[in-house]
C-alpha cells in the first residue's frame, strides 16, 4: 500500500500482478481507502476479464471445441452477457424436465436463460430458393428454447412461491426470455452459387432476419457475443484509466 501512495508502483502494474497470484475479491476490500487502489482493483477486474475472452476467441475459432467446452468457461461469467446481468442463478434445473445451460439473473431477480450450442455448425445458414435461411440446428436450438419459456409460462409462479419459500432464492419466473448463442461465421461450409465462400456480412444478415421474427428469444453466433464483450471492456478499461475526482473537486 505504501509503495501504491508513494507512486513507486503503477496501478496497470499492480493489477497484472493480482491477475496472476492474488484474490480480486481482498483486493478490493484492502485497497477501497485509496484512490490509485481502487483503480488498480478495476484494472484488475479488466485484465482478468480480458484474458477469459482471448481465451475464449481462440476456443471459438477452433472447430474441435464443443458447447461444454465453451460453458466450462464462461458459466459464471454473466457479464460476458451485458450490464443488465448481475449473476447467475445457483440452480441450473430450475424447472422440472430441464436443466438450463447458463440462468442469468437479473438486478430485479428476473431470469433469463442462456442456451449454447457447438460453435462449429457447417451449416449455420443455407440457401433456400433465392434466399438465405438459417439451417436445421438453429430452428431446433430455439425451438429447445421456446419449450423452456413455455414450462416458465405454465409453472413459474408456483415454481417463484417455492424456490422463495424453501430456498430463500427470489427469483421472478414471469415472462422469461432467453438467448441461444450458437455456431460462429468462420465455421459455414456453404458457398455462393459463384463457388465463394459465403461472406461473414451475409450470415450475420440471414440470422438478423431470423430474429426479426422471434418473440421472447433470440439467437446470436459466438463471434457476436465476443465481439460485444470486447468492445464493453474497451470501454470499461478507458474509464478506469480516467483519473478519479478527489472527493473536494
Not at 19 to 37: E, I, N
Not at 97 to 114: E, K, R, S, Y
Not at 145 to 170: Q, W
Not at 198 to 210: G, H
Request: hydrophobic share 40%; aromatic share 6%.
Amino acid at each position: 500500500m505504501t509503495l501504491l501512495h508513494n507512486g513507486d508502483i503503477s496501478p496497470e502494474t499492480l493489477a497484472e500482478a493480482l491477475v496472476r497470484h492474488g484474490d480480486l475479491q481482498q483486493l478490493v476490500t484492502q485497497l477501497a481507502a485509496s484512490d490509485k487502489g481502487i483503480s488498480a482493483a478495476q484494472a484488475a477486474v479488466v485484465v482478468k476479464r480480458k484474458h477469459l475472452i482471448a481465451t475464449l476467441r481462440k476456443m471459438i475459432q477452433d472447430p474441435s471445441t464443443t458447447e461444454t467446452d465453451v460453458q466450462r468457461v464462461i458459466q459464471a461469467a454473466h457479464w460476458v452477457f451485458g450490464g443488465r446481468y448481475v449473476g447467475v442463478a445457483d440452480r441450473r434445473n430450475l424447472m422440472p424436465l430441464d436443466q438450463h445451460d447458463i440462468p442469468l439473473l437479473g438486478a430485479d431477480g428476473t431470469l433469463h436463460i442462456v442456451e449454447l450450442k457447438s460453435p462449429n455448425v457447417p451449416k449455420l445458414v443455407r440457401r433456400h430458393r433465392n434466399h438465405w435461411i438459417v439451417g436445421d440446428d438453429v430452428h431446433e436450438a430455439i425451438s429447445q428454447a421456446m419449450n423452456y419459456i413455455r414450462s416458465f409460462d405454465e409453472l413459474g409462479a408456483s415454481a417463484s412461491t417455492n424456490y422463495r419459500n424453501e430456498y430463500g432464492h427470489d427469483y421472478d419466473m414471469r415472462r422469461v426470455f432467453a438467448t441461444v448463442v450458437i455456431g460462429h461465421p468462420d465455421h459455414v461450409q456453404e458457398t455462393n452459387r459463384n463457388g465463394t465462400a459465403l461472406t461473414e456480412r451475409t450470415v450475420c444478415q440471414t440470422i438478423r432476419s431470423y430474429n426479426a421474427h422471434l418473440s421472447r428469444v433470440e439467437v446470436m453466433t459466438y463471434k457476436d457475443l465476443v465481439d460485444a464483450a470486447e468492445r464493453a471492456l474497451a470501454f470499461e478499461e478507458g474509464t478506469t484509466r480516467a483519473p478519479i475526482p478527489s472527493a473536494s473537486g
